[in-house]
């Protein structure tokens, strides 16, 4: 998932340490902020955007809920000849008058438990798309299946059964019936359903309490604020508890502090149901930010399919680069999008000699230290392995220091002040505290602040033990040990 973790894992740093140099870790990085983690051969971070991007459950992270393929809608005559220009590469501009083609070769598969950003500018084609996977346009080519169902090409009745329980939608001005109340509107899609008044009511209680309207329950529209009344937009949809959530710019209207609210509320409510999500929005911040992937449209197409990572460390064409060229990278690339894989790493069990061995091999003053399934239980300088060794002691357990790690899940913006902190490059786990890799303050200060952020840092950094002082002392211990 940008392959991801939950959004709100992975946030915190813990711990820190003393005594390295960056070479616990591989060739620099620089690279990794060019490229995708898929393209650096690195781990990606949580599949695994944990193994598992589904924080609702224990989703298969290929099961697909929603499958569109090659979607076309063209508006005027002759659609069928129209899509032949289309397809033979008439731009869409020389169709001629009274043609318009807003869908163009549209495909792409969105995984259950995923939030799918759609995002584009106006005229891109997207609200013109999520008619079509809900069943409001029919293409004039193509197919949309939502669970294994198809939604295309299917009679009006069938349409109805699978819209009612496969697909909701929130608007971006509310939608909501004025004459009713609050808990009538959020019950409204149970009532199309079928149920008695008595559980669609009961539903509609737990919903409301849900996104934070407990207490309004008999208030109409009027009385709420435009945030509120967003709120019972999306209640709504989450009340009916279909497979797929479509929202249409759904928080365009609201006021920037209410639509953050909003956003934030989205991904805690996402984090919880694990719902699949369809999110359209003309904002890259707010894509950057909801998007576990980012499908970017430009004149009816789609452009690229990616990560936020992705599509910003490694865009398809100028159009998309000249589309992210303001993002704040600090807070859409994470650890895990950067990291490298750790060299100096030796397990618990292995002592204190195979540890200075291995820092004496990485040239580098300290180490990862490691449990059998690789979780990570702390570091070792050289010069503690070496008081060790010198002491004929076999066990380092006891000696470890703590190791600054994150998730891989955090942002960049938020590894900087414990990057500055510990000499010790920081290390990347997983939600189960695993080592997958490791983000060097180098690298990160070159990426976000410069050269000259580089060198003050480096300059602070702990050079690793003589390699003849190493060598005497593993020397003198393999003969207190009479040669073994």
């Keep these: 998932m940008r392959q991801r973790l939950p ?49 609702g459950g224990n989703v298969a992270e290929n099961e697909v809920q929603l499958r569109a393929e090659a979607l076309y809608k063209v508006f005027g005559r002759s659609a069928e000849s129209t899509i032949r220009k289309l397809e033979a590469g008439v731009d869409r501009d020389d169709l001629g008058e009274g043609t318009t083609a807003a869908v163009i070769d549209a495909s792409f598969e969105v995984r259950k438990g995923e939030i799918f950003v759609v995002m584009g500018l106006s005229g891109s084609g997207k609200s013109t798309l999520i008619r079509m996977l809900n069943g409001l346009l029919e293409p004039t080519h193509g197919s949309v299946e939502i669970g294994g169902e198809p939604l295309t090409g299917v009679p009006t009745g069938k349409l109805r059964e699978l819209r009612r329980r496969k697909v909701s939608m929130v608007f971006q001005h509310f939608g909501l019936l004025p004459h009713r109340s609050v808990i009538d509107n959020v019950a409204y899609g149970l009532e199309i359903q079928g149920l008695s008044r008595r559980a669609r009511l009961e539903r509609a209680r737990e919903v409301i309490q849900l996104v934070g309207l407990a207490g309004w329950e008999n208030n109409l529209p009027s009385e709420l604020s435009g945030g509120m009344r967003q709120r019972v937009g999306l209640a709504r949809a989450l009340a009916s508890d279909t497979d797929v959530l479509l929202m249409d710019e759904a928080f365009s209207a609201l006021d920037p502090l209410i639509r953050r609210e909003m956003q934030e509320q989205l991904l805690d409510l996402q984090s919880r149901l694990g719902k699949t999500i369809i999110f359209i929005t003309h904002d890259l911040n707010e894509a950057m930010f909801l998007g576990e ?192």
């Design 7 to 55: 959004r709100q894992a992975g946030r915190r740093v813990h711990g820190s340490t003393y005594g390295s140099g960056d070479r616990l870790t591989a060739t620099p990085a620089l690279s990794c902020l060019r490229h995708s983690e898929r393209r650096c051969g690195l781990p990606q971070p949580g599949v695994g955007w944990s193994g598992n991007h589904h924080p």
């Design 293 to 484: 992937r980012i499908a970017v449209m430009r004149n009816g197409r789609i452009v690229q399919i990616g990560t936020p990572e992705e599509i910003l460390t490694d865009p398809a064409n100028d159009y998309v680069a000249q589309f992210v060229q303001d993002v704040d990278r600090a807070r859409v690339l994470t650890a895990g999008a950067v990291m490298e894989p750790a060299l100096a790493v030796v397990q618990e069990s292995a002592g204190p000699r195979a540890a200075l061995r291995v820092m004496r091999d990485e040239q580098t003053s300290a180490a990862f230290v490691v449990s059998r399934d690789r979780r990570l239980l702390g570091a070792i300088t050289d010069r503690k392995a070496l008081e060790l060794v010198r002491g004929g002691r076999s066990s380092m357990t006891a000696e470890l220091a703590e190791a600054a790690h994150v998730e891989t899940g955090t942002t960049i913006a938020e590894l900087v002040a414990p990057a500055i902190e510990s000499p010790l490059p920081l290390a990347v786990t997983d939600a189960n505290g695993h080592l997958v890799g490791v983000v060097p303050r180098v690298t990160l200060l070159a990426a976000l602040g410069g050269d000259e952020a580089s060198e003050a840092v480096a300059a602070k950094l702990i050079a690793p033990l003589p390699a003849a002082t190493v060598e005497t002392a593993l020397s003198a211990a393999h003969t207190a040990e009479g040669g073994l």
